[in-house]
């Protein structure tokens, strides 16, 4: 388990992070979600023990993770900015890595570099911007680490070898019991797959949840009543948003669906449809209600 | 704990691995240049190398490679994304900092080791060079500790920096800031120093105030007493380490002359110890996040550039306080300014605020101007003080060799003749000085209390007190007998031939032989401990004689092809030279006569012997032989001068 505790974390005059709280469970695919600057590549670095925080904790499985190579065995860490040896294949960086980490497994990460075609023997350098987030991710999955950070996983990889990707890492999580922490400015790439997400926003957690309860929490709704109505007719409901237009209006509410359904038709609506909301539009609304203009999402 | 926390092998394997081209080329250019260098030396003349001969490329190499060496090991705390990868390694910061120091020493260890090898292997391979192996060894010491010293500099530097140049810049502080001034104080007081200096008003000032009694405008008084504003403390000299001293040293500036002494050895070593303790406490404590600038603080940029500041304008000020124009101050402030600017570019790759940025320069330029005026004007640490004594009271008078012809160590010769001391404590205070005089720095012993001055003598007195100093000089050398059995190496005349053990003994056993009908002449340098010394004698050893022109014949042998333009020819009559002379070159049949030469076997003295010169292109060289008949008559016939 992580507990973050009252991390507090500046550049100068520029505070970073504000007395940050979250506690990540053992077993979750974590995805951290923030716009550009909110903090979630320091969070990750000050996690992994690379940055010092100017105030709190980070506890791992009960102990500091700074300057504490047993812990960090159990840690590995992706960055966004991938950094390799000049002149290294990924064989070579393999041994690098297999020089600290001791359940490194040579022969999963030439699997694996089999499976996503990446020729072990060829000069990093020489790959393309995606194929080196492909060799970070697999030289990182073959550490066979408990706990595995990825700051912006997913940037520059094509579509297919996302999702190739994705499931590597799921079947991994299965096999290993590894804990994954994914960030990303881009809530559609966490959303299949990772199973909690929490909002990063000026410093600290605003928003965070399991992605089930989430996207069964919140809904959007079609309405319209015999009688003329306004928002003031929804005063039951734990109503985030609501527009109408002409005699048809759309609401965004938060409730348990039986309870809530059942209290729409007792206002006896001549429509009444349930739409899907995507993650996307969930955090804009929750961020709505928070006071917060939360565009840069989409 | 084990020791695996205080040092990884796979991890400096992996480190040392991915920089094994740099590291090959920080390991093999000094001992490659060093071969070059002696390659280049060796010639048909005997080379016997000392410290000096060798030592100038690895003091050169002092100052770049183990700081190449530290960027080397330590790269990755210069760059953001390899901070990350190599921050959340799962190897605490405590045992990356002993490993790659441990391994830098070991690189350094590997690193001299490889170029004495070398230097031992070229000597041995190269007939005419020597290297004598107490050299060797202190090669090897000196600059095994002193580069592990500038590498610890390095690494404490690299703890506190966050990008290179900013590490340079530290590492110089560190290594420079403290010897430097020290040094620019001492050189600044130099003419301060000793009593009466024409350039010192002050001493001129007191001399007067106190001469009411003084005879022959001295300040020697009728009761036979002296007055003198004399300064009784001797300037400390600081034994800096060996990087400073071999750049002061470089500079001309007054330093340790023994750049072999064990205390700056010590020194070193110690400071290495702190510098590793205090550079692994600060890489821990260390903010990752401080890296391809200088400082994220203000301040402390600020700061670090004023000692950088501080050094260039005290300096300046210093020079430019005696007496340069206005236009020079202007030049030297707009050239500051711009380094002032130019710092900011290199270490943090942008100029941000300005107007502090100038504030800042102000302070320190204000600071540097009354730093250098207080110690060229001021003289705070050094007063003179007024002292009254009289012939009796000085317990010993010594003066130094340093100023005499005698050499460059400063020795002191205690003077023990009345006379001379009189005429020398005279000649410290006599300021009515015309015609030519010597001056000699003195130490004056009066009341326990130690002195120094300087005395101005006149030419006959300066004879005799060069007199005192040879003699001195001469008490302490060895016999030449001794010297030569003491030698490491031994050449002789034109350093052409050095003598084996055969040579050595036939040498030795000259001196125990009494003196023929005639004599030679022979000069010997001998190499011991760092020392050549030259010694001229006669000496009327056939023996050794046949031996030296079997050797030279030899040496012709090798060389004649390509080497050898002139041979002259001159006949001994007694001891001396004065008979015959021939002279041939390469148009006159030189090759012969250089045929007809190697066929002669042995010295008889009861023929004519002929000094014989050989003219070379790397020099001249000169050995005893006879001539047959065969060839003088071809030297007659050759040699329109000749006869």
Redesign the interface.
Known sequence: MIEIKNISKSYGDTAVLKNLNCTIQDGLIYGLVGANGSGKSTLLRIINGIYLADEGSILIDGENPLDNSSVKQNLVFVPDDLFFYQGYTILDMAKFYQALYEKFDMEYLKRLARILKLDPHKKISQFSKGMKRQCALILAIATNAKYMFFDETFDGVDPVVRTVLKRILASHMEEHETTIILTSHNLRELEDIADHLGLLQEGGILFEGEIDDIKTNMFKVQISLEKDFDEATFKDFELLSFKKVGSIATLIVKGDMKKMDSKFKKLKPIILDYLPLTLEEIFIYEMEVLGYEFNELL | MNSM?FF?F??L??NL??SRVTLAFVLLILPILNVILLCMRAGNRVSVLNVSDIFSLANVGMFILPVVLSILLFSFVF???????M?????????IFITNTVGGIFIIFALLLVTTLFMGIAAFLFPTIYIPFGVLVDYFLIYFVNYIFVFTIANLAMSVSGNIPTMIVVSLLIMFFVPFHHCLYQTSNDYTHYNFEYDCPDCEKKLIENKETCEKDSCKNKNGYYSMSIYSKEEPVMHYSEPSQALFRFLGAPVDENMYSSSALLVAGLLSILYILLGCVLF?RR???VCETSF??FFTHQFVKAFTLFTILSFGCALLQQESSFAAWLFFIALVLIYNFVYDLITKRSITKICQSLFWFLGIFVISLLYSYNFLYENWDSEPVSIKFNDNDVEHLSISAFNSDLGAEENWIEIKDRSLKKAILYGSVDRNLTGEFDNYDIKLEINGEIYYGISHLSLPVSEQVENVLLSSSDDEKDSPKDTIKNAEIITINDDYIALDKEGRDLLLETFDEENSKITFDLTTYTYQNHEMKQQNFESSSIKFQNYLFKKYKEKLEKIRKNSIYNIDFEQLKGNTIGGATYQVDEYTGLDSVLDLILKQEKLDLDKNIYLVTVYTNNGTFYYYTNITDTMLSYLRRVDVYGG
């Open positions: 926390s990884n796979q991890y394997k992996q691995k991915k760059r953001k994304k390899s901070i990350d990868f921050g959340s390694m799962p190897i605490d910061r405590k045992t821990i903010k990752m996040e994220q603080n």
